[in-house]
């Protein structure tokens, strides 16, 4: 990830390769935001380039003006889709008008500064986020990676560089985007590469030195603990399971939060296998599990006073000789046992071996995140997530932490009526049901996994279904670029940020 610098400098002054202004709407016609940092009639040189270019500001419009006086660079215009001048409210905008500013750069300039309204510290902050969210890239398989222009420093110019609020923000924007961008490495990896114990020896390489302790548990030690569901999955696989523990245990923490992660290395949906079609972006199946371990990692680096223990539940489903089998049985570690129905219903299995371990914890809040369902995608497209959980005012939590994330977020009920499709002849459960209301069905499956209190009161669980937003093969918007997007990362870290 490219370095953050906030510095109180004119546009004039900045030799950076390239400047990023913010543009918002006036009616039909773009304008750029005012700033201290534009000098008069570079601004008025750049309102009427774009008037002539017919320009509208709009969300996600880029436009290049080369030329421009009092500019070292070329300019690069970033529509924000806001009318008038930019409040907090608008802090989302900003990000990704910042993003998609200079993702337009990829490429193409090594430094690049931008220069945002700097009403406030948000607004400041908010221009530093989308600028290093947008600035990643994944290289590691182009034989020429090494040979592209990479963006090696962003630097965000306002008048309120030394301001309390904004250095604090700029560093958490920091630590944040690398965590992120880890994240985004680990989904991006191609299967041949990332699998159970490779994830599992990378997980530990990256928390090595930190404040975040590393527990790997192998096939011996899942047998020990009756995860029957990441043993059934991973049967069909030469490459066994893991379930990865991170303990985070700062002294005098105010609360105590437990993450648990779907990580299908790939999912070839076993037995019930996939169409060819459907398996192209499986690597990403492990999505959940790089966010939660990601933002467990920026929790701690920014020592933020909340008790964290996070279970990244690993597992590749293939079709080996072993492989699980439709009719099959497992046990949990709650004891509870389930009959398998489909083995391309995989990742609820490895995930209540992961509530089910995360429960004895007993902890404040528990909190999962899977790529679960596709009718998580049918419901609500690719680019928002759903929350569900067995508790409303954690569920609200969730929602409240993604909006000042700026993570698209949709809460949904869970409904109980939908359980009657998993009455099993055979076992406790059977661990589908009916296809309407699948995503329903699923996170009613993972509820039978949440454990009690010490007072026998169910544990407020909140399950995030990042299916859709987790990766992108198509799109591309704002600060989010094609592939892995990280998603959830920020959720998790600002959600510990508001228990601090």
């Not at 918002?24 to 750029?32: E, I, K, Y």
């Not at 924007?173 to 114990?197: F, H, I, K, S």
């Not at 609360?255 to 790939?266: A, E, P």
Request: aromatic share 4%.
């Amino acid at each position: 990830m490219p370095r953050l610098n906030v510095a109180d400098q004119l546009v004039a002054k900045n030799k950076s390769d390239a400047l990023i202004v913010l543009a918002v709407q006036d009616g039909d016609n773009a304008q750029v935001a005012a700033t201290p940092a534009i000098a008069p009639e570079t601004r008025e040189h750049l309102d009427a380039s774009l008037l002539a270019l017919g320009a509208t500001g709009a969300a996600d419009e880029t436009v290049r003006v080369a030329g421009v006086p009092g500019v070292a660079g070329t300019v690069v215009v970033s529509g924000s889709g806001v009318s008038g001048t930019p409040s907090d409210d608008d802090a989302e905008a900003i990000r990704r008008a910042a993003g998609a500013g200079v993702r337009a750069l990829s490429g193409k300039a090594e430094t690049v500064a931008l220069a945002f309204p700097s009403g406030s510290a948000a607004q400041v902050v908010a221009t530093a986020e989308g600028a290093l969210y947008g600035s990643y890239s994944f290289t590691t398989y182009k034989s020429n990676g090494a040979d592209s222009k990479a963006i090696s420093k962003i630097s965000v110019l306002s008048p309120l560089a030394k301001d309390k609020d904004v250095k604090s923000g700029a560093e958490q924007a920091q630590v944040v985007a690398d965590e992120r961008a880890w994240a985004q490495d680990l989904v991006n990896t191609p299967p041949l590469d990332l699998y159970p114990d490779s994830f599992a020896n990378t997980v530990k390489e990256h928390f090595a030195g930190s404040k975040v302790k590393v527990k790997i548990l192998d096939e011996k030690a899942l047998a020990k603990e009756s995860c029957g569901g990441l043993i059934g999955v991973g049967r069909g696989s030469a490459r066994p399971p893991r379930m990865v523990v991170l303990s985070y245990e700062p002294a005098r923490a105010k609360s105590h939060l437990s993450f648990v992660g779907k990580g299908i290395t790939f999912d070839s949906g076993g037995l019930c296998i996939k169409p060819p079609e459907g398996m192209i972006t499986m690597k990403c199946d492990m999505a959940g599990a790089a966010a939660v371990a990601a933002a467990t990692k920026a929790i701690a680096d920014l020592g933020l006073p909340v008790a964290v223990t996070t279970y990244l539940c690993l597992a590749e489903n293939l079709t080996g000789s072993d492989a699980q089998r439709p009719g099959d049985v497992v046990t949990m570690p709650n004891g509870r046992t389930v009959e398998i129905i489909n083995t391309d219903a995989e990742g609820r299995l490895v995930m209540a071996d992961g509530l089910s371990l995360a429960s004895r914890q007993e902890p404040d809040l528990l909190i999962d995140v899977a790529t679960l369902t596709g009718a998580a995608v049918l419901s609500l497209g690719t680019r928002t997530a759903a929350v569900l959980g067995n508790n409303d005012a954690a569920r609200d939590e969730v929602v409240a932490a993604a909006g000042s994330a700026g993570e698209d977020i949709w809460p949904i009920p869970l409904l109980q009526h939908l359980r009657s499709g998993m009455k099993s002849l055979v076992a406790d459960t059977k661990h589908t049901g009916a296809r309407q209301g699948g995503m329903i069905v699923a996170a009613l499956f993972l509820e039978d996994f949440v454990g009690d209190d010490a007072d026998g009161a169910a544990l407020p669980w909140a399950h995030l279904d990042i299916a859709g937003p987790a990766y992108s093969a198509d799109d591309s918007y704002g600060y989010v670029g094609k592939g892995a997007s990280g998603y959830g990362v920020r959720t998790l870290v600002q959600l510990a940020q508001s228990r601090s």
